[in-house]
């Protein structure tokens, strides 16, 4: 699943004092890794304001930007501001606000061309409020610059270049009506899907070799048969902490990726970010020892999801 992305005048009502700037280098998975790995990497500048907040950068290898926006402390972990995110071929890819590490208020979005593709309201979120990341579509454009949606009315067109596939439908003040449909490149059908007033009423969803699967939600994560607390208790009591590791007073966090494949079973375990190796594959074995999950499953059919879980080597 896909689980599961200027100008820097606005500074000026943030950058009081700038203490250091650090420069990470970033996997695929944006993780932090060697230079010789990565595919990002990362300029962090601390910004001391009545939050304590940092700004960053990322940038493709050859110096293209990719990013900037604003996280906040420890380690920019939260997004917190505005943010703007570019293209590879260098023009803007979208603008908009974060609160919380969620999208919030108006974004607006822009093809590889430098044409206007869309814009959307997201909701500000709520401790007791479940939000969409997706957002409600007010304005819509094809790339030629024809307005096909206005003001959340019209018929939606998506084309998004990381997809494999096109969706349609028509949008009344931002909900979802009627049938919407799933299209391949080649133009045989991937779903179909009936709407009413935003919500989903019915869906089916084609293979490659044309077997049916219906549904009434559109993705169902995976989770451990024996219940997410189980799982970690799990993982607590079966972790080994090298005893080399251990009498050398290595601590920290490994984290290690490991993807969910379609019968449920924990496949291509691989620390992606580790402390020695030792440590690193002490973290793969637990991981790949634990019981099954429930498999995760899109428009109906089961898929292979990447997770990745971080585990603490702490001596006490």
């Known amino acids: 699943m896909k689980a599961y992305f200027s100008s820097l005048l606005f500074l000026v009502s943030y950058c009081n004092c700038v203490a250091q700037q650090d420069t ?30 940092v700004m960053v950068e990322d940038y493709y290898l050859d ?11 420890p380690k ?7 943010f703007v995110f570019y293209h590879r071929n260098g023009t803007k890819a979208s603008e908009g606000n974060f609160e919380k590490g969620h999208c919030a208020g108006d974004w607006i979005y822009w093809y590889k061309n430098g044409v206007k593709k869309e814009t959307r309201f997201f909701e500000t979120p709520e401790p007791t409020k479940e939000l969409s990341q997706m957002g409600k579509v007010i304005d819509l454009w094809d790339s030629t610059g024809r307005h096909l949606v206005v003001n959340g009315t019209g018929d939606y067109q998506s084309s998004d270049d990381e997809e494999d596939y096109t969706i349609q439908g028509r949008l009344v003040n931002s909900r979802r009506e009627g049938e919407w449909l799933g299209r391949y490149e080649n133009g045989a ?9 935003d919500v989903l009423i019915s869906g089916v969803s084609y293979d490659s070799i044309g077997t049916e699967y219906r549904y009434k939600e559109l993705a169902v994560q995976p989770e451990p048969k024996v219940g997410m607390h189980k799982f970690y208790v799990y993982i607590s009591k079966n972790l080994r902490y090298p005893k080399a590791a251990r009498r050398q007073g290595i601590e920290g966090k490994v984290f290690v990726q490991f993807f969910i494949n379609e019968e449920g079973k924990i496949v291509d375990v691989k620390a992606i970010k580790g402390i020695s190796q030792d440590c690193d594959e002490a973290a793969e074995k637990v991981v790949a020892g634990a019981p099954d999950w429930t498999p995760g499953i899109q428009r109906g059919q089961r898929v292979k999801v990447k997770m990745i879980l971080p585990i603490t080597f702490k001596i006490h």
């Not at 990470?24 to 601390?46: D, G, H, M, N, V």
């Not at 920019?76 to 505005?82: M, T, V």
């Open 24 to 53: 990470l280098f970033l996997s695929e998975e944006w993780i932090e890794t060697s230079k010789e790995t990565a595919q990002f990497y990362r300029i962090e500048t601390s910004v001391f304001t009545e939050k304590e907040m």
């Open 63 to 73: 110096g293209q930007l990719k990013m900037v926006g604003y996280f906040t402390f």
């Open 76 to 82: 920019s972990q939260i997004r917190q501001g505005r």
């Open 189 to 197: 059908i991937f779903f179909k899907e009936k709407y009413q007033n």
